[in-house]
């Protein structure tokens, strides 16, 4: 991920983080007006011209036109490796479960919120 991140313009990155912390923080898409901001001069096409919709994509909701991150625009926000440790990590738990019972389906909620499922130094790798 980090030679992503490493193509990526400044105002693509900002992009991604802002959309990140709006959803994080307030629980919002970011929403279109938000643009400005981090373009400034650019236009909305030239803005986006590096970006594709597996990355972030509009959206339109009653209030307004919206930006919304996929997974792999999460990935390249400042907060992407965390979430590859989590995801890391969820797989592991899912491994370890699936080995301990082999008629597993599917996790339920308590699986994946028990604290001990996500200590620190429970994944393999990352």
């Known amino acids: 991920m980090p030679e ?11 992009l991604l983080n802002k959309a990140w912390d709006s959803y994080v923080s307030h629980g919002r898409l970011f929403p279109l007006r938000g ?10 096409k030239e803005g986006f011209s590096g970006l594709n919709e597996s990355l972030i994509y509009e959206t339109n909701e009653q209030d307004g036109r919206y930006f919304k991150l996929t997974l792999c625009g999460a990935f390249l926000t400042n907060h992407g490796p965390v979430l590859t440790s989590l995801l890391v990590r969820l797989l592991d738990l899912v491994k370890d479960l699936c080995e301990n019972d082999s008629f597993l ?13 996500f200590r620190v130094g429970n ?3 990352v």
Do not use: Y
Request: no cysteine; net charge positive.
């Open 123 to 125: 994944s393999n790798s």
């Open 4 to 14: 992503l991140v490493g193509k990526l313009e400044q105002h693509e990155k900002a």
């Open 35 to 44: 643009l400005t901001s981090i373009f400034g001069k650019l236009t909305i």
């Open 105 to 117: 389906k599917q996790l339920n909620r308590d699986q994946i919120k028990d604290p001990r499922a």
